[in-house]
């Protein structure tokens, strides 16, 4: 047996009787302090880009309410009530459609299309954005160098210029 069949052999145990998923789910999360109530249980193997957990090819999370609940009615998600995407602990988790997915992400401001400050990219703030609108009309300073001077894109600089961006502040 090489090296690699061996590991998951030790891991997993003989091929024919390996476990499922479903079977090493309890061993993949711990439990972590979160937002509500009960603590969260955090999924400690890979995640996604975006921060949820990931269980074979599917989310954990989505797993997790499989293993509890049955399967995921059609045209519905699972959602998160206490917005840590790591978290598999089904008194966390609730069904809704999209729509209800999207309407909570905008209610907590998780949307990233906050206004000004408020939103977490944000790397301006309302102050930084009225001296840089004082330099653009006195004028004498190119906006490549206001960009440099502030750690900005120059395109960043142009959208306040021509008001197309941070127009509220």
């Given at each position: 047996m090489c090296a690699k069949h061996y590991k998951l052999w030790r891991r997993n145990g003989?091929?024919?009787?390996?476990?499922?998923?479903?079977?090493?789910?309890d061993e993949f999360w711990?439990?972590?302090?979160g937002p509500l109530d009960s603590p969260c249980h955090i999924w400690t193997r890979t995640l996604t880009n975006r921060g949820y957990g990931k269980a074979g090819n599917e989310r954990a999370h989505r797993v997790s309410w499989t293993l509890s609940h049955g399967?995921?009615?059609?045209?519905?998600?699972?959602?998160?009530?206490?917005?840590?995407?790591?978290?598999?602990?089904?008194?966390?988790?609730?069904?809704g459609t999209q729509i209800d997915n999207i309407e909570d992400r905008g209610s907590?401001?998780?949307?990233?299309?906050?206004?000004?400050?408020?939103?977490?990219?944000?790397?301006?703030?309302?102050?930084d954005v009225e001296r840089i609108r004082d330099i653009l009309r006195v004028g004498g300073t190119t906006q490549k160098a206001i960009a440099a001077y502030f750690c900005v894109s120059h395109s960043l600089i142009n959208?306040?210029?021509?008001?197309?961006?941070?127009s509220a502040a």
């Open positions: 003989e091929p024919r009787h390996r476990r499922t998923i479903a079977e090493r789910f711990q439990p972590h302090p399967a995921i009615p059609e045209g519905r998600c699972v959602m998160h009530r206490c917005d840590v995407r790591a978290c598999v602990n089904v008194e966390h988790l609730i069904l907590k401001s998780r949307a990233g299309s906050a206004p000004g400050s408020r939103n977490p990219s944000a790397k301006l703030n309302e102050t959208a306040i210029a021509k008001g197309r961006l941070w």
